[in-house]
């Protein structure tokens, strides 16, 4: 991305908005760098969280804007995410939890009130066993959810907290305000 103060009025507009994201105290949003080369403007951020039994979910949410537009995001602004964490064995197993993750994201963008066009993703289960002496638990089962959309114009403040409240589903955590059992306030 070149200078900022280059770009299009419509991405500016877009980035701040994105910037303007205030998430709860464990989602914490970085700067990152973007793909250069899907589109002529974009801007990226890095979420890590870490959920209760140390679950850890990673994950990006990519803005793209060509002025010309592409037919296929129907605007020309474009929101990519992928969103990865650790599952244990039980979860894997679950044969709805496509359909669950999938919801996860769908859910949030309704709650947040997020104004969007042309969603897509996938949500995938990979299934690794170690041998040898690669270190690590002998068996690791991952999701991954990778989805796009369109915002319906510039203002993504609500597809920002849309983001981090996926961030949060996928890590486990529990919704603001609610405490798991063996949870004290204060740890």
Do not use: N
Not at 37 to 59: F, H, I, K, N, Q
Not at 90 to 113: C, H, K, Q
Not at 143 to 154: G, Q
Request: aromatic share 6%.
């Amino acid at each position: 991305m070149t200078a900022m103060s280059h770009a299009p009025q419509a991405f500016q507009e877009a980035v701040a908005a994105l910037c303007a994201v205030q998430s709860r105290a464990e989602v914490v949003l970085e700067p990152m760098r973007p793909p250069q080369r899907l589109a002529p403007w974009s801007y990226a951020l890095g979420c890590e969280v870490t959920g209760p039994a140390d679950v850890l979910a990673s994950g990006r949410v990519v803005l793209l804007h060509d002025p010309d537009g592409h037919e296929s995001w129907d605007g020309v602004l474009r929101l990519v995410t992928y969103v990865r964490a650790e599952l244990d064995q039980e979860l894997a197993g679950d044969p709805a939890l496509a359909a669950v993750g999938w919801s996860w994201l769908t859910d949030a963008l309704e709650a947040t009130g997020a104004d969007y066009l042309a969603l897509g993703g996938t949500v995938t289960k990979t299934s690794s066993t170690r041998f040898g002496d690669i270190g690590g638990p002998s068996q690791a089962d991952d999701l991954e959810l990778r989805a796009s959309w369109t915002p319906a114009s510039t203002e993504l403040r609500a597809h920002g907290e849309a983001f981090c409240q996926l961030m949060a589903s996928v890590a486990g955590l529990p919704p603001v305000g609610v405490t798991l059992f063996g949870q004290r306030q204060g740890s």
